[in-house]
């Protein structure tokens, strides 16, 4: 049997994003690991419920079965919402760094700014 | 029509934003209060002729992204829109209230709204999503440095929540084929084996514990909400609206998976240990908006505990503890906000004389302290009554009497502000609405507390009969807790050290995200021994 197919290439994914945000203290690295979280969990969602051979439900074909239009029309929304994330994380991070010139995660209560 | 909660304020901010500061203001205030008009509204058609669905493009239910107002969720829509207008009151003569502000400030009770009354896993993983970004942009709004920080870690981990929450329902959208709630809840006795949920259970749970911010997860709540550059306002709507969120998807996700899955022993004691935590990493702070961030950590832990002891009393005690928290905690946010412009520090230890200084902010204060500690005859009283009463047990009462000890604790150390010589000669009058707004949800506090009964049989519809004699004993054990706290604060914690040094550990964003994968795994290992 073949276990290399979409759903756990997801999973996989999805746990190797989540290990990046666990190892990596680059901010920039963290950004980037949320993104291949994120691409993980398209991959699983289009990928599940997948039969072959079905057709698009698209126009009046009847000699196959219609392929589920709900997690693509879903993962339409999640991907423009990924960007979404993934650019005000971008901006954030470069003021922070340009105002602050600070790249990682630090425990340094003075790099954070933090007083009392 | 309850699509009108989600997308008015959606779109009233727009246009608030969009035109010019001196017609947006009455803009804003004629709309908050048309829109608690149709609260009210919508919460007597509830209450007389049953839920409402209103579904999109007319599918059939089930099938179609949902929005759906049963009791408990038509009255959490009631609550914020309420303490809203009491924030916008507030704010209204502020210096930070400008166009870029409200416009954020009142998209968000929109989504709020929308998360109170998803009953779609995909638009709750939106609402959730987009709720992130505007909390993490008002937090920083000021661009201060520390802000930036907090914000960015907000941001960043509560983005990681929602990726769980979006995979949960990818798992759940393989099994089923739905995504609707009350079709899941449905579905789920169907299933041959219950341990096909245990998955998307831990998943879901997850990306709902960190918006409630329970035991491990909670290192991003006082960060985001003690931030000291963002406005008192943002800090209140954090605390009393925005985190009670998580605490409703919390229930409904249980509920959900009822048939299937029930963990309330397990998180029974996540809350406790989360309310001990809240209360000890409290004490240990010095700057007065930590303090009750710490302290907001500490009452979601309770709230929990009420919703896992297994009893219908205990549960809508719960509940009413939700709008108690929310009332008190954004009392307690606000008159810190006020606190700090007259004596321009936070430091819980350097503010003394509050009576005289500024009388009617204490009296704020004195009444929600009362309603927090659960004094008689304020509401806290009355939702700590109901979740005791959930149980018969003598350990789990000790239990909660601890948790409402360490509550007692650690008010008294922040009462110690109240007394003591004012400091400046002169009393400099702050925002009279400001105070109107403080003094009257302190007031609100009492009432709610002194017609409980009344208020739990027609708000939350669950009639309560209160057992005098019980609760005079409850009274008598509160005051017996006080005097000792106060022994306790005086004797032992007003010198220590040791508490201060504890109240500064913190995890790295990194520690963050690591306790998250171990509460994952924690669950996982729960789930599979015990189902």
Redesign the interface.
Known sequence: MNFIFG?IAGILI?FIG?CG?????S?LK??MS?TV??SG?IL??IT??YTPDSVPPIGQAQEAAFA?P??AA?MI??IV?GI??TA??LT??M??KQ??G?TH???D?EQ????? | MLGIFVIAPILIGTIAYLIRDDWAKPLVYLFQISFVLFAINQFLTVKLSGPIIWNTGDYSDGVALSLYADPLSIFMVLMTAFIYLAFLIYAGNTEYFHSKFYFLFIVLEGLIMGLFLSSDLFNIFVFSEVSTIVVSILIMINKEKQAIYDGMIYFFVNVLGSSFLLFGAAMIYRTFGLLDLRAIHAAIPLLTDPKAMILPYAMLMVAVSNKTAVMPLFSWLPKAHGTPSAPPVISAVLSGLYIKSGVYLFIRFNQMFEPAINMQPFFFWVGFFTSILGVIMALGQRDIKLFLAYSTVSQVGLIIVGLNMGTAIAYYGAIFHIFNHALFKSTLFLSAGLIEKEYGDRNIDKIRGLLKQMPWVALAIILSVLGITGAPFFNGSISKYMIASGTDDFWITLLLNIINFGTILSYVKFSTMLFGKRIKPTYILPENFSLIAVVSMGIVTLLTGLFGANFSDYFIGFSLEIDTLEYFKKGLIYILMLLGSIAIYKGVLKRNQFLLRIGKSELTFNGIVTVMSGYFIMILLFLIVFL
């Open positions: 759903e999805f989540l945000l666990m190892i990596n203290k901010i963290t950004i949320l979280m994120e969990i699983f969602f599940i419920n589920d709900v997690p879903l929304t999640a919402i979404g994330i005000i994380g954030m991070f003021h922070y105002k602050h600070i995660w630090t425990r209560r954070q700014g933090r007083g009392l």
